[in-house]
T-cell receptor, first 110, second 115 residues
Framework: QQQVKQSPQSLIVQKGGIPIINCAYE??????FPWYQQFPGKGPALLIA???DVSEKKEGRFTISFNKSAKQFSLHIMDSQPGDSATYFC?????????WGAGTKLIIKP | EPEVTQTPSHQVTQMGQEVILRCVPI?????FYWYRQILGQKVEFLVS????????KSEIFDDQFSVERPDGSNFTLKIRSTKLEDSAMYFC?????????????FGPGTRLLVL
């Protein structure tokens, strides 16, 4: 019940396309859902986060969609750029610790 | 921009040896965390720390592990007798508050290799 399932494992998108990464959780006590971006050799950096009282949050080119009834949330990257190539992790929390998805390696082709 | 720093960036050790991984959290943060990421796998929570006490720990954080804030700036993770399976990237993180909606800021990590 503590798991967060993330898909796909990897994703290749042409520049300008809209990659979509999906996550699903089981624990209804989770109430904080961040997305982290990680470049090779670096620590994860918070990209955007959402709470379950809203269905969508947008920050720049990044949007989280949240479906509380389905216990799913997703990250959309609008007008993707080669610089967005990184590994993306979804996570969920109901306390101190973050429970992480397995990560999606995203490649944006020029 | 303030950031979490970690030393060393890489550590190679022999199985059975003790290692200490060091972190300097962001200066006004009060909550500190250790996570690990085995190569190619997901990030896993190890422990959270507040007010000189462990506030939460995972099943991974067994008696081989300990954390300490020896002074006002450093936060350390000690692995008493390393095992091969401890080889991983270890990330320190800090947050201003411990409520779960508070952003955790991550350091660049220490890559630990146990031979």
């Amino acid at each position: 019940q503590q798991q967060v399932k993330q898909s796909p494992q990897s994703l290749i998108v042409q520049k300008g396309g809209i990659p979509i990464i999906n996550c699903a959780y089981e624990n209804t006590a989770f109430d904080y859902f961040p997305w982290y971006q990680q470049f090779p050799g670096k620590g994860p950096a918070l990209l955007i986060a959402i709470r379950p009282d809203v269905s969508e949050k947008k920050e720049g080119r990044f949007t989280i969609s949240f479906n509380k009834s389905a216990k799913q949330f997703s990250l959309h990257i609008m007008d993707s750029q080669p610089g967005d190539s990184a590994t993306y992790f979804c996570a969920a929390s109901g306390g101190y610790q973050l429970i992480w998805g397995a990560g999606t390696k995203l490649i944006i082709k020029p | 921009e303030p950031e979490v720093t970690q030393t060393p960036s890489h550590q190679v050790t022999q199985m059975g040896q003790e290692v200490i991984l060091r972190c300097v959290p962001i200066s006004n943060h009060l909550y500190f965390y250790w996570y690990r990421q085995i190569l190619g796998q997901k990030v896993e929570f190890l422990v959270s720390f507040y007010n000189n006490e462990i506030s939460e720990k995972s099943e991974i954080f067994d008696d081989q592990f300990s954390v300490e804030r020896p002074d006002g700036s450093n936060f350390t993770l000690k692995i008493r007798s390393t095992k091969l399976e401890d080889s991983a990237m270890y990330f320190c993180a800090s947050s201003a508050q411990g409520i779960h909606q508070e952003t955790q800021y991550f350091g660049p990590g220490t890559r630990l290799l146990v031979l």
